[in-house]
């Protein structure tokens, strides 16, 4: 399975509101709930309204359309990483599943994935 490697810096922020979220430059997820907004956008995109910033994250993207059938791709990198103690934060989308790292544990993650069989380019 290919992992593609996303360029740049994330931040995981809360937001009062969605007002001074720039969704159309870049890769950005957003969560509306009944506790909180949430936000996760590249660190120069961090919205002034943001409450909470916590910067420093990387991102992989597993590649390709995966099928709702398929079972335990998302757990077996979480797996992966786990076991080198490197903590993830995952969001799911209709096509894929990204996982982001700290940006000090993204190089050895990595390696952990290549060393289990993962192109991760």
Do not use: Q
């Amino acid at each position: 399975m290919n992992i593609h490697i996303i360029d740049g810096e994330f931040a995981v922020c809360k937001v009062r509101d969605f007002s001074e979220t720039d969704f159309e430059n870049g890769l950005v997820f957003a969560a509306n709930t009944d506790e909180e907004k949430s936000l996760v956008c590249p660190i120069e995109r961090v919205p002034k309204n943001a409450t909470h910033a916590d910067h420093g994250w990387r991102a992989f993207r597993i590649c390709g359309v995966l099928d709702f059938s398929l079972i335990g791709i998302l757990a077996d990198i979480a797996d992966i990483l786990a076991k080198n103690k490197i903590g993830i934060f995952a969001v799911s989308t209709y096509n894929t599943d990204y996982i982001f790292t700290k940006t000090e544990n993204f190089d050895r993650a990595v390696t952990a994935l290549r060393d289990k069989g993962y192109a991760v380019c």
